[in-house]
């Protein structure tokens, strides 16, 4: 796809502001001096889709999978070349989902442990939904690149999954203490790094200053499809300088 204008598909709404700032990512770091220059784009926001988690750890039977589905072929069907999906949860369904597809998706878990790889990173601490933590999502594509992952214990995740339900998803502020305490414990453990990888908790990165230790999933999954998209990135600061070469790999 490289001598071709791309048209990059959003599989969102999951939640709905996560995704609001992912599109808001990708255009703000875009190099473009005019409209034509940004990347064409289709956006599904389906924020009815059952909830991710909640099918995962078995407290629904209602599987999100096929909403997604449906969504992502309409995406494909309206001229989508590639899609993103603003949601780390999501990607466990990524298999399935790329399966039924003639277009590819990128993959935020794989390539935020791309990125980490990249920076010579060997332990990592993970913040997420109780889904993504279940299914180890991050612990397996980091353990590909040879990265530990370590996670919150049972009442630091209660911490984390209180911050991402009960405030960011309700239009709440959220618990920075806790926020703040959880982190530490992560450092404490000798994490090198701490990835935000839930797609609400980069929400966090948007109003706060952030440890520079913290990587958010959502920005590498913006800079991603923006070098996917045969467009040029800025602003995401040095340390995306080294995912240039293998972004793309």
Known sequence: MKNKNITLGILGGLGPMAGVYFFEMLTSHTKASCDSEHIDTVISSRASTPDRTAYIMGR????????MLTDAKKLSEYGADLIAIPC???????????????IPIINIVGETAKH??????????????????????????????????????????????????????????????????????????????????????????????????IT??????????????????????EEFECLKETVKK
């Open 60 to 67: 629904s039977k209602e599987s999100p999978l096929e909403q």
């Open 88 to 102: 780390n949860t999501a990607h466990c369904f990524y298999d399935a989902l790329s399966k039924e597809l003639d």
């Open 116 to 213: 980490l790889a990249s920076l010579n990173v060997k332990k990592v601490g993970v913040l997420a939904t109780e889904g993504t933590v279940f299914s180890d999502a991050y612990g397996i594509e980091c353990g590909r690149r040879g990265i530990e992952c370590v996670y919150p214990d049972r009442n630091e995740q209660q911490i984390i999954s209180d911050i991402i339900y009960k405030d960011i998803k309700s239009g709440a502020a959220f618990d920075k203490d806790g926020f703040d305490q959880v982190c530490e414990s992560l450092f404490e453990q000798s994490c090198e790094r701490i990835v935000l990888g839930c797609t609400e908790l980069s929400l966090i990165k948007k109003v706060c200053q952030l440890d520079l230790r």
């Open 216 to 237: 958010d999933s959502l920005e590498v999954l913006a800079y991603s499809s923006i070098v996917s998209c045969n467009k040029t990135p800025f602003g995401f600061g």
